[in-house]
């Protein structure tokens, strides 16, 4: 299952490598909250976290967003509810965002991908045969970004979001994940 994922980020770096770059514009720096929703258990689970991004302009009133993301949470095993597992999700999510009004003033949409390392210590129940309990995998989802920049001073701004995120192959532990972020603009 790993090798479509690398095949994918192959072609969508070289795809990104053809893009029309003018410069880069904005660094961010701000915390998010990351749910994941897991539809074999029926159960959603909250990891926070810290992300960085950079922002590059693309023509027009578009950019290109690239934020690296690590989240943590603990949760209580659905299997065995005296264990308590916790999730460490590293993760990447480059996107387009298209500006309603000028570039980096007020709202914005975003389309893009997002690719998380997940590893989850206590995932499965500890038995005498089983003496690794954890689950590691990739995961990777398709979605959609809604934001706005709200000037504070300077040329400085708040940047609050919502990604909402999906995978339409079905692969993830997760199949649906959300967060929510607040960004400070450098």
Not at 71 to 85: Q, W
Not at 125 to 135: A, G, S, V
Not at 161 to 186: M, R
Request: glycine share 8%; aromatic share 18%.
């Amino acid at each position: 299952m790993k090798r479509p994922l690398h095949k994918l980020l192959f072609f969508f770096f070289i795809f990104l490598s053809y893009l029309p770059i003018e410069a880069q514009n904005r660094l961010q720096l701000g915390s998010s909250v990351l749910m994941n929703i897991s539809f074999y258990d029926g159960m959603s689970y909250l990891n926070s976290g810290v992300q960085t991004a950079y922002e590059f302009d693309l023509p027009g009133n578009k950019s290109l967003y690239i934020s690296a993301t690590a989240h943590f949470g603990e949760h209580r095993n659905f299997m065995a509810y005296e264990i308590k597992e916790t999730d460490i999700l590293f993760g990447i999510q480059p996107e387009i965002r298209f500006y309603t009004r000028e570039k980096y003033q007020g709202p914005f949409w975003g389309v893009g991908v997002d690719v998380k390392h997940l590893r989850a210590k206590n995932f499965f129940m500890p038995l005498p045969f089983n003496f690794n309990p954890d689950y590691v995998s990739w995961e990777s989802n398709i979605g959609l970004t809604y934001g706005k920049y709200l000037p504070i001073d300077h040329g400085r701004y708040i940047v609050p979001q919502i990604h909402i995120g999906f995978n339409p192959i079905g692969w993830n532990e997760y199949g649906f994940s959300t967060s929510f972020g607040l960004n400070l603009c450098l």
